[in-house]
């Protein structure tokens, strides 16, 4: 018996969510507010290289940006159903944007302190553990049924070219500018998604 092959109308390309214009502006608009995340943290790491408690200092920015996550998550996904999603993100991303921002001008004048820096960190850690449930509910809003997997799978990929792109962006920024414009870039990304 022959092998019976669905018709090719069935079988949704994997880039099949990215034809969507909503979907596809927010998907960018995504992708780049990662790479910003992943640049500031390789900025905030970079800026406490040369302190005398770097090891420990180095560790705490990624325990600042992380620990949101376990304290934040179950309330965020409640606001995520709660409240209307669209606000909710646009609400987190310009409050990202402004603690990002006022990093960036912290660092900028020189007056950023190892516990200023994880401070900001921990606040730009609470908008991404914010943002997470919102995002995820929203996308079967704007793409069908059918390209679910294919609109999941595009989110794995915009995170993992993030992971990629934004630590060498991050690099070739504090090389050739200095670490106050990482973060002015985070900002800036924050307000793609806004």
Do not use: K, Y
């Not at 944007?97 to 516990?115: D, E, F, I, K, N």
């Not at 993030?162 to 900002?187: K, M, Q, S």
């Amino acid at each position: 018996m022959p092998a019976v092959t669905p018709p090719a109308a069935a079988v949704a390309s994997a880039w099949a969510p990215l034809r969507i214009s909503v979907f596809r502006v927010l998907w960018l608009a995504q992708l780049a507010s990662l790479v910003g995340t992943w640049m500031q943290t390789v900025g905030a790491q970079w800026l406490l290289v040369d302190d005398p408690a770097a090891s420990t200092l180095v560790a705490l920015v990624q325990t600042a940006n992380m620990t949101p996550v376990f304290f934040l998550a179950l309330p965020a996904g409640v606001l995520a159903d709660v409240f209307d999603r669209r606000r909710l993100l646009i609400g987190v991303q310009v409050a990202s944007m402004v603690v990002a921002g006022g990093l960036a001008a912290l660092t900028s004048a020189g007056l950023t302190t190892p516990a200023l820096l994880l401070a900001f960190t921990f606040l730009l850690g609470c908008g991404m553990t914010l943002t997470m449930p919102a995002w995820q509910a929203l996308i079967p809003e704007l793409v069908p049924r059918s390209q679910l997997p294919a609109a999941s799978a595009l989110g794995g990929i915009s995170m993992n070219l993030a992971r990629a792109v934004g630590p060498a962006v991050a690099g070739l920024l504090i090389a050739t500018v200095d670490v106050a414009a990482v973060f002015a870039l985070n900002a800036l990304s924050f307000g793609l998604l806004a």
